[in-house]
């Protein structure tokens, strides 16, 4: 497969042409007027909650593109923050190429402080809460699974959004509704879980297993549900290759596990500053990222 070289990998965005509100582990946040936003994916990358010191050549602009895909493919379940404005038209013209391909701009949403999160695997920390407590998150789940193994019904298990450098924290269903609602908290579960089954049967036929993935979702100021931020992205989603997945096995991601595999060879406390990725190791996650997206979309990098 050939890496896309021709653009120089972007660290942090520095636009003067529209108000900085704050910038994520990714992504960096504009205001654009006072309802609108300019999100712009950069190509850092965080690992253990730390962020890299190196960026992922083309990641950001993987990242957008497959988020893209997903927003347009799954309109019909929910309605997203997209806008379709071209993000281009919001910037200076010598900003334009801090932009091209890695940004978007969206509907500024009251964001819900609760990810929603929908695993149909055993995997990560879901298999550890399992080995220690026969349930994931408060959910039971049968006796005898094994790690990795599909389990019988898709299920739904929320996190609570964590300050920049913490980890989200996994929350029981009835904390949610405690903190967001009973009604919303059932709509989200419900319109999470169908799209979760939708993309997992389409990646299905692309040869890719969606083991596991998170939704954000934010309100307008009528009240009305958006899908927002990001979706199915390799950053929010483990992907598995179905020809190397083997149940009781942790099959190989297409993600930072290159990045984090190494990290863990490395004596650090898990706290900043990150040491300094080898150059092997950034292309292989680089490559990793693009594979995803022309695996899963059939689209090669824009």
Not at 70 to 94: C, M, R, Y
Not at 161 to 190: Q, V
Not at 229 to 238: H, N, Q
Not at 291 to 296: F, K, N, P
């Amino acid at each position: 497969m050939t890496m896309s070289t021709q653009h120089s990998p972007l660290y942090e965005s520095t636009l003067k042409s529209v108000p900085l509100l704050g910038r994520g582990k990714v992504r960096d946040n504009y205001a654009v007027g006072t309802d609108k936003l300019l999100i712009v994916t950069t190509d850092r990358l965080s690992a253990f909650d730390v962020i890299m010191g190196e960026p992922i050549p083309n990641k950001g602009r993987v990242l957008n593109q497959m988020a893209d895909f997903w927003f347009e493919k799954l309109k019909h379940i929910v309605p997203n923050h997209n806008t379709g404005i071209d993000p281009a038209t919001v910037v200076s013209a010598d900003e334009a190429g801090q932009v091209a391909g890695r940004a978007v701009v969206v509907k500024r949403l009251e964001p819900i402080l609760v990810e929603a999160v929908v695993r149909g695997y055993l995997a990560g920390s879901g298999w550890k809460d399992y080995q220690a407590t026969g349930s994931v998150c408060g959910v039971e789940l049968p006796p005898g699974l094994q790690n990795a193994e599909k389990l019988p019904e898709p299920i739904f298990t929320p996190a609570a959004k964590a300050e920049m450098g913490h980890h989200d924290e996994n929350i029981t269903y009835d904390d949610m509704e405690r903190r967001i609602g009973t009604e919303l908290s059932a709509t989200i579960r419900d319109i999470s879980i169908k799209l979760y089954k939708e993309a997992a049967e389409y990646a299905a036929t692309r040869g890719i297993i969606i083991a596991d993935t998170k939704f954000e979702f934010g309100l307008d100021n009528r009240g009305e549900l958006f899908l927002m931020d990001e979706v199915l992205t390799a950053d929010s989603s483990r992907f598995w290759p179905a020809d190397g997945y083997k149940v009781g096995t942790n099959p190989p991601s297409f993600d930072k596990q290159f990045v984090r595999d190494w990290l863990e060879t490395q004596s650090w406390g898990k706290t900043p500053p990150a040491p300094k990725l080898p150059d092997d190791v950034i292309a292989k996650t680089a490559e990793k990222y693009e594979e995803a997206l022309q695996r899963l979309t059939g689209q090669s990098l824009a």
